[in-house]
């Protein structure tokens, strides 16, 4: 799917929010269009000697709440429509954490897989080279995503500085702990998702021990994992790009990511602790209770939506599921905890990053969980009572939750502000 068919589905959502509240049509309008997206080509010397380009995006998509905020994904598909669209979501899912930023995203069209260390930092530098008068802790704040980790931010974060001629930890987060990074927020993602479904466990009907299918085993798949086992949870299927495994009576998780950290792929288990095979694609439709796609987006549709089975669908990856999966899930009674929400903590401890950072005074790691499982609770909790009271989805809830903050700030800036920006 191209990336302009992603922003027309994100648009999808807005429009069924808007259809829930009683919002001008320029709030609408203001929300369905980056206010900039900037296109470059990075030249970078390769360890050869020849040079090469590749092409990179920043969008700020809403600065209406705040400074923009958003990852940086290097990916070989990446294109300039996927960019904005991620930017939008980023955009609502500050609103629904009542994080003070709107939303920004950035990308780079390269296979970090094919590059040299040496290479990749220089095209981390190369980026931003490019888009420091752009970026900025009071203006647009980036951080990891797909492919990009703390090295590559503590890279970034140290050529921003090179270039003002001064630190500015602030101007990017999820960072290294030695150049400011905060704790906690290597799980921060998976952990947010974690406290949701155990906050809204009963109002879910969910048992104590749950079976649990994980498509994707990157970062946010690998901890949610970790978290869901330590809480008596069976992981009874996992898959990554390679392949799949499953195990009726549950994987050995440490096994699995033992695998991953050695490089290898999660099919690389096959035989051991009762580890059998499965193909990626059944993944979606193991008998579970829980289904967490946790890998990129569109992997759950109108060919696959039917075939799952699981009471409960966590969102840890932005847009896995497309409108039309949403509308089968949503006719078969499966509850989906939406991106937007359920993958907020990530965002979250980054905004407890930069302000620890522009405080210059940071806090413990049983402060940051106790800060995001706090807010995770409130804004799940009132979702959830929006999904109840008008019947909808908890996806358009979300929306709902979302759309009402942004109007309330758009209204609030005046209508010459509007019609400047």
Not at 210 to 216: E, K, L, T
């Amino acid at each position: 799917m191209s990336g302009d068919d992603l922003l027309g589905q994100a648009h999808v959502r807005l429009d069924e929010a808007a259809q829930q509240l009683n919002v001008d049509h320029d709030v609408i309008e203001k929300l369905k269009y980056a206010r900039e997206t900037t296109q470059v080509r990075l030249m970078i010397r390769m360890d050869d000697g020849s040079r090469k380009s590749f092409l990179a995006w920043r969008c700020r998509y809403d600065d209406t709440r705040g400074p923009t905020k958003g990852g940086i994904r290097f990916h070989p598909d990446a294109s300039v429509g996927e960019v904005e669209a991620l930017a939008f979501w980023m955009t609502c899912k500050c609103a629904v954490m009542n994080l003070p930023y709107g939303g920004g995203k950035g990308a780079v069209q390269v296979d970090p897989r094919k590059l040299s260390k040496a290479e990749l930092e220089r095209l981390s530098r190369a980026y931003i080279q490019a888009f420091s008068r752009i970026i900025g802790p009071d203006r647009d704040i980036p951080a990891p995503d797909v492919y990009t980790n703390s090295m590559i931010m503590g890279w970034m974060a140290d050529e921003y500085a090179q270039i003002v001629g001064q630190a500015v930890p602030a101007v990017i987060t999820g960072k290294p702990i030695a150049l400011g990074g905060s704790l906690g927020r290597g799980d921060a993602t998976a952990r947010g998702g974690y406290y949701l479904v155990r906050h809204l466990a009963e109002n879910l009907g969910l048992g104590k021990s749950m079976r649990v299918a994980i498509q994707g085993f990157g970062n946010a798949g690998q901890h949610v994992a970790r978290l869901l086992v330590a809480d008596g949870h069976r992981i009874v299927a996992v898959s990554d790009s390679d392949g799949a495994v499953q195990s009726d009576v549950g994987l050995h998780v440490d096994m699995l990511i033992a695998a991953k950290e050695a490089g290898q792929p999660v099919a690389s288990t096959i035989g051991q602790g009762g580890h059998q095979s499965l193909s990626a694609h059944e993944l979606v439709g193991v008998d579970c209770d829980l289904l967490v796609p946790a890998a990129l987006e569109n992997m759950i549709d109108e060919t696959n939506a039917g075939t799952v089975r699981a009471k409960l669908v966590l969102e840890l990856a932005n847009g896995p599921i497309t409108p039309e999966g949403d509308t089968i899930l949503a006719r078969n009674g499966t509850v989906v905890l939406p991106d937007i929400l359920a993958n907020a903590g990530g965002v979250t401890v980054s905004y407890f990053e930069w302000v620890q950072n522009r405080q210059g005074f940071y806090w413990t790691l049983e402060e940051i969980h106790d800060r995001l499982r706090a807010i995770m609770e409130r804004e799940g909790g009132a979702i959830w009572s929006i999904s109840r009271e008008k019947n909808i989805t908890v996806r358009t809830a979300a929306y709902v939750h979302a759309l009402s903050r942004l109007a309330e700030a758009i209204e609030a800036h005046g209508t010459q502000s509007f019609f400047m920006s």
